[in-house]
């Protein structure tokens, strides 16, 4: 491949040395303007290839390179026209159509380097089906001074020119080139507008100099057409123009090539920006910018779930093969670490997806690992409000088998009792009916202590009533004095309203046992959507917030997404707090 | 004449210890009730002068039977009761329309009389 490579530069440069030499040779004889034409044609010849082998190198299985060189070494024949000979003219007459021929074919596939759709596989045929033997027509029918060329040698044939079709051949083949010129404006521009952003800008030089040249072209010939022949220095400028910007074209393809060089510089930014730890959004921004792909999206392994996770830790789906996303595969040590999910576009430039990659690998690393961590204290904080949850409803149900089961029965035999004590004739003996007493006594003090372990267990009065009576009946049974400052009206969810009244009741019992107070005060607020819980207390203060009973109410609190302030300063007084958002 | 006294509750054990304390203790019991919807039928065919009613019921609470005593056409005086303390079910018996609230292990005759007469007089 080099050496064809080697001999295709090598072949270029020589056609383009013989075009030279023959302007050289040739001296004053042909017309200038001509002279400038050849200059310009090998300007064009060389630029086409060696841009086609930059591109050739670049991506080998891309045939546009191939077609670039096929271009230039096409621009390299019209100079045969120099070769003041009947022999030289005739051949130069042949393959005269042979380079504009070849550039339409390029213009149309670039930058794919095939034809993707019908239309294009039309024009690409219809091109050199009617263009390429246009020329042999031309040689048999029409004058050579016709052809732009007053001063030029008759050809081999020497036919032209007597042939009465002559002129309309002329003036339909100048229409048809019109006709061409437009089919391949339209494939340009509407492969330009179907590109995806992160193509377009390797591409938007290089369709825009297309597009200048095909206007221009399409001006050259329409005004052949019509004025048949237009003035000459008007021809010759229009010439110029046209291959002026022909000329240009392999520049803007090594312009937007060197856009993406640049790019890869624009990693260096990239590198810049990651010092700064950015937050997930952040990043894929930025990686968004260093790719030029606004649709750029970062996907994090974990491998606890199998599963690549949003910076949210939402799942999220890979694109399937060939819809017009791709997808580039971060690994560290052979483990995968992230995806990169963007444009299919940016598969022609492995190396700034690779590049932005590498310089970002660490930040994504890390990402990924928060990402995880997030997924599993959602994960716990999720399991601890279940246990809460499922602790309650325990309690419930504890509660009401003690209700429904002893706490009956003891009722039942409280009453039979009494109705055994109603039996006892006022003239029996004294013992029996004091027996009986003592034993409705015991009953009555076994039924109170019962009803305190249920209650202990679960306030019934919450539920049946709500948080404001329940903390209301809390300060009434309190052994030291309570007062409830505020307590919301109605009802609350009924996770809060436990929480809430086991903070109240554990900051009482604190309160009652070790803070040697002699008052408290409750209360109860709404706020932002929460409720704000508060006990303080007038006792010795210097509780401990680790104790096993606050840390259990904090772990409570927290398990709702509250926060608990233990507020204990030795000697004055303890103020417990507890922020509970009300939630879903 | 002794007034008529209608039980509503589920357990069926405290319900003919009730009959029997209640029926030695100046009262006629003409009835009784497994449930709260059953409870607010027999009061409605019975016309009882007063209604022993359980608050935890399996369908309807008592506070609910209540209601609906007071929105039909008989009024019997309704004392409420339960296993549990009146404060367990904080000013809910207050606002309940009921003549009192006696615990389950103190009821007796003279306690129910009491407090028909105190709601009568209140």
Sequence with gaps: MRGLRLALALLALAAGLVNLALIVRAGDAPPRSHIYLVIVIVGVSWSFVAAGLVAWRRRPDNHTGALMVAVGLAYALPGLRLVQTPLGFTLYLLVATLPSAVLAHLLAVFPDGRATTRLQRVFIVANYATTVPLAFVQLLLVDPARLRCPECPNDLLGTGGQHPYGDAVMVVSDLWDVVLAGLLLWIVVSRWRRAPAARRRGLAPVVQVAVVLLVLFSVRQALRAVLSPPPLWLDGALDLAVLTTLMLWPLAFLAGLARSRLDRS??????????????????????????????????????????????????????????????????????????????????????????????????????????????????????????????????????????????????????????????????????????????????????????????????????????????????????????????????????????????????????????????????????????????????????????????????????????????????????????????? | ????????????????????????????????????????????????????????LPDIDGFEVLARLRDGPVGPAVVLTSTRDRADYGERVDHSGASGFIPKAELSGAAVLAVIGSGRMG
């Design chain 1, 266 to 584: 624009a990693v260096g930014d990239l590198a810049i920006e990651l010092e700064q730890a950015p937050s997930p959004d952040r990043l894929q921004q930025a990686l968004a910018r260093a790719l030029h792909d606004p649709t750029v999206q970062l996907a994090y392994w974990l491998p606890d779930q199998q599963a690549f996770v949003d910076e949210a830790a939402r799942p999220v789906e890979l694109p399937p093969a060939g819809g017009g996303r791709s997808v580039t595969f971060l690994r560290h040590d052979g483990d995968t670490v992230a995806a990169l999910i963007h444009d299919a576009a940016l598969d022609d430039e492995p190396e700034l997806v690779q590049a932005v990659a590498a310089t970002a690998r660490l930040t994504i690393e890390n990402q990924r690992l928060q990402a995880e961590v997030r997924a599993q204290l959602e994960e716990v904080r999720a399991s601890r409000a279940r246990i809460v949850q499922f602790g309650d409803a325990e309690r419930r149900r504890v509660e009401r088998n003690l209700h429904d089961g002893a706490q009956q029965r003891l009722v039942n035999l409280s009453l039979a009792l009494g109705i055994a004590r109603s039996q006892v004739p006022a003239t029996a003996d004294g013992e029996l009916a004091a027996a009986l007493d003592e034993a409705a006594r015991e009953l009555r003090l076994a039924l109170a202590e019962l009803r305190e372990l249920a209650r202990g267990i679960h306030p019934v009065i919450l539920s049946e009533a709500g948080l404001g009576p329940a903390l209301a009946s809390l300060a009434e049974r309190s052994p030291i004095p309570a007062t409830v400052a505020a307590a919301p009206g109605g009802r609350l969810p009924a996770r809060v309203e436990e929480t809430a009244y086991y903070v109240a009741s554990e900051a009482l019992a604190n309160a009652a046992k070790h803070a040697h107070a002699t008052a408290v005060s409750i209360s109860a607020r709404r706020c932002d959507g929460g409720l704000v819980v508060e006990v303080g207390d007038d006792g010795v203060g210097g509780a401990d917030p680790n104790g096993s009973g606050l840390r259990g109410l904090a772990d409570r609190v927290a398990a709702l997404d509250g926060h608990l302030r233990v507020d204990s300063p030795t000697g004055r007084g303890t103020r417990i707090t507890a922020e509970l958002p009300c939630g879903s």
């Design chain 2, 1 to 56: 004449m002794r007034p008529t006294l209608l039980i509503v509750d589920d357990h069926a054990g405290f319900r003919a210890l009730a009959r029997r304390l209640l029926g030695s203790g100046g009262f006629e019991v003409v009835g009784e009730a497994a449930d709260g919807r059953a409870g607010v039928a027999a009061a409605r065919e019975l016309r009882p002068d007063v209604v022993l009613l359980d608050i935890q």
